[in-house]
Structure formats: structure tokens, C-alpha cells
């Protein structure tokens, strides 16, 4: 079983922490499809310290979400420390996690996210700091390195782990690629025997069967799901299953799609308000409907659309498209 200091982990599948996705609503979801860990969208440090509001929302989490792991990010000590203090103290995320993998330069060039990669010493440093600080098991995810010149991996691991650290989650590319190349997973194996600590694989695990074969071939703890995930909740069902079974169940019929998309609307709407959940809400709809017959003669619409019923009249019809399919 995969356990996180004292967090046990029902299975090895981790929804992957990402910006202006995994709030409440939709960690909510990917949870009912039987995720053993969600992780939160990064919360910014000084946003956190400062008490600005938006980022006081991002703290919300529903009791059904755990177990939880909320992150932080930031690149000053004092700030750091003081932001997760806040989130052990105030909220009942269940670990806190720091963000040594962002590579967007708005946040480098604050010394945060990826910026870390470059030197060991101040991730022991800042690590050890933070684990003093809180009671709930701290965890790092990071990128392997900040380029193929720079790929400390191995000694940034080594370094949470000395610090105090419970787990890393490494994503297999370096800040350079962004999110091109392929993941590398090889790295991912090499720290996997350089540590103690629970290791979650991250990077390209794009069916059940990679996430399989990413366990196999890196001998890593668990396996961290990102984008597969995207409007596409049954990935999360699909990999749990095969892992535990071996079988590989049926995708989801466009209907059973558009209704989990409805919900996950729904629960938006409830945790912001209508107006804004709804534009939020477009490029999740984009991403359920990938593959879906027809979806470009909504696209635009969809684009456009302010209000829940307008939205889900399109999502639904849709669903009515390949019900008449069926029925023809
Ligand atoms: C839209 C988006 C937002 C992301 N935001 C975060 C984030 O807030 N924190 C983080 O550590 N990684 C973030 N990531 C990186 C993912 O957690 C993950 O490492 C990356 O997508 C690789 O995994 P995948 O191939 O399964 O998508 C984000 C990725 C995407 C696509």
C-alpha cells in the first residue's frame, strides 16, 4: 500500500496537481472515480500570507476529496513556512506539498517552482524548514532537472528526503522541455533506487496500461495522472481497475460523458459563481468532448455560452446525437 508518513493510500493512482483544474470540483469527481490521492492546483505562498481572498478560496476542501494533498509554491523561506503553517493549521488537507516543478517564468523568476532544480542545498534548506514548521507530512514534486545540463535529480531527491520530506513525485522532463519530448522514465527508476521515501512516477501515462507498465519498468510507488485526466474522469476509473484486475473496462458512452461534465458543472457553480463557473467551465467541456461525434458543431457555442442552461443544452444534444445513432 502506498502511504505517505501517516496517510495510507488506497491504491497507486494520483490525480497530478494542475493550475486552474484541480479545484474542488472537479478533485471531487476524479475522487468518486477512485483515485487513491488528488493533489490541489499550487497555491501561492505570499497569496496565502497576504489573505488575498482568491487565494484564500483555493484552500477549500470537501471532507470526501480526502485524502488530499494541497500545494504550495513560492522561493523565500519565511513566506514558505509560514504559508504552510497557515494550511496545516487552517485546512484539512491531509499533506503539503511543494512545487519544484513549475516551469512558467512569472514564477522562476521568483525563485519558485522549477528554479529550485538548480540547487540541492536550498531544497534541503527550505525543505527542512517547512517540515519543522508543520505536522502534516510534507512532500515535494519536481521536475527531473532545469535542463540536459542540469539534471540533479537524484541529489534533489536524496535532498527531500534528508530533510524530512515523506515522498517526491518527479515528472520525468526538465523545465527547458516545457512539456515537449517524451518523459523520461529511466530518471524516475534511477531515483526510485536512490531513495527511501515513497516515489510517485509522473509523465506520459496516457492509458491504463502506461501507468502499468511506468510501475513495472520504474519500480516507482505509485503513478501521478495529469493530463490524460482532462475532462476524462474514467481514465482515473479505468487505470484503478486495471491495476487491480487486469481488465481494461469500456470507455464511456458520450451520454455517461456529458452527464459527469453536467455534474462537474454543477459543482462548479456551487463553489464559484454561475457566471464565472460557466466560462470556466468551457475548456473542460473541449476536453470531454474530445472524440465525441459532432463536437465541432459546438465548439463555438460553447465558446460563447454564459448560462448553466444554454451549456448543458448543448452537451445534451449531443448525447441525443448518439442516442439516435443507436437507436436508428
Ligand atoms: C493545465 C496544467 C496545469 C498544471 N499545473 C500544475 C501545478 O499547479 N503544479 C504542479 O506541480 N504541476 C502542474 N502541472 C504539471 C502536471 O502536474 C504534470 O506534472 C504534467 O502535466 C505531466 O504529467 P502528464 O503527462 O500526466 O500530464 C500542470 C499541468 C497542466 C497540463
Redesign the pocket.
Known amino acids: 500500500m502506498l502511504k505517505i508518513g501517516d496517510i495510507e493510500i488506497k491504491n497507486q493512482v494520483v490525480l497530478?496537481?494542475?493550475?486552474?483544474?484541480?479545484n474542488s470540483a472537479f478533485r471531487l469527481t476524479v475522487k468518486e472515480f477512485g483515485a487513491g490521492l488528488v493533489?490541489?492546483?499550487?497555491v501561492s505562498d505570499k497569496g496565502i500570507v497576504l489573505k488575498n481572498e482568491k487565494t484564500m478560496n483555493m484552500l477549500y476542501i470537501d471532507e470526501c476529496e480526502k485524502p488530499l494533498s494541497l500545494?504550495i509554491?513560492g522561493g523565500e523561506k519565511k513566506t514558505l513556512v509560514e504559508a504552510a503553517r497557515f494550511v496545516d493549521k487552517n485546512t484539512n488537507a491531509d499533506i503539503i506539498?511543494i512545487?519544484?516543478?513549475?516551469p512558467v517564468p512569472k514564477i522562476t523568476k521568483c525563485d519558485a517552482?522549477a528554479k529550485w532544480l538548480l540547487d540541492p542545498d536550498k531544497i534541503y534548506e527550505m525543505v527542512s524548514a517547512v517540515v519543522e514548521a508543520v505536522e502534516k507530512p510534507v512532500t515535494v514534486?519536481m521536475?527531473m532537472g532545469w535542463d540536459d545540463d542540469h539534471i540533479f535529480a537524484v541529489k534533489n531527491a536524496q535532498a527531500v528526503e534528508r530533510a524530512g520530506g515523506k515522498a517526491v513525485?518527479l515528472?520525468g522532463?526538465t523545465r527547458v522541455q516545457m512539456?515537449e519530448g517524451k518523459?523520461n522514465w529511466d530518471i524516475i527508476r534511477e531515483v526510485k533506487q536512490s531513495i527511501n521515501i515513497p516515489l510517485i512516477g509522473?509523465?506520459?501515462?496516457?492509458t491504463p496500461q502506461d501507468a502499468k507498465r511506468m510501475l513495472e519498468e520504474t519500480g516507482c510507488d505509485g503513478v501521478?495522472?495529469?493530463?490524460?485526466?482532462?475532462g476524462n474522469p474514467w481514465m482515473i476509473y479505468r487505470t484503478v481497475q486495471y491495476l487491480e484486475t487486469g481488465k481494461l473496462m469500456d470507455e464511456p458512452t458520450v451520454r455517461e460523458k456529458m452527464d459527469v461534465c453536467i455534474l462537474h458543472l454543477d459543482r462548479l457553480i456551487a463553489l464559484k459563481d454561475e457566471y464565472i463557473a460557466v466560462r470556466e467551465m468551457r475548456k473542460h467541456a473541449a476536453w470531454y468532448l474530445k472524440g465525441v461525434r459532432g463536437n465541432a458543431r459546438v465548439r463555438n457555442a460553447i465558446n460563447e455560452c454564459n448560462s448553466r442552461d444554454e451549456l448543458v443544452g448543448l452537451l445534451n444534444s449531443l448525447a441525443e446525437v448518439e442516442e439516435e445513432v443507436i437507436v436508428g
Do not use: S, T
Open positions: 497530478a496537481p494542475m493550475a486552474g483544474v484541480c493533489c490541489a492546483e499550487m500545494q509554491f506539498d512545487n519544484m516543478g513549475c517552482g514534486k521536475r513525485a515528472h522532463r512539456y518523459a509522473n509523465g506520459d501515462v496516457q501521478m495522472i495529469g493530463r490524460a485526466a482532462l
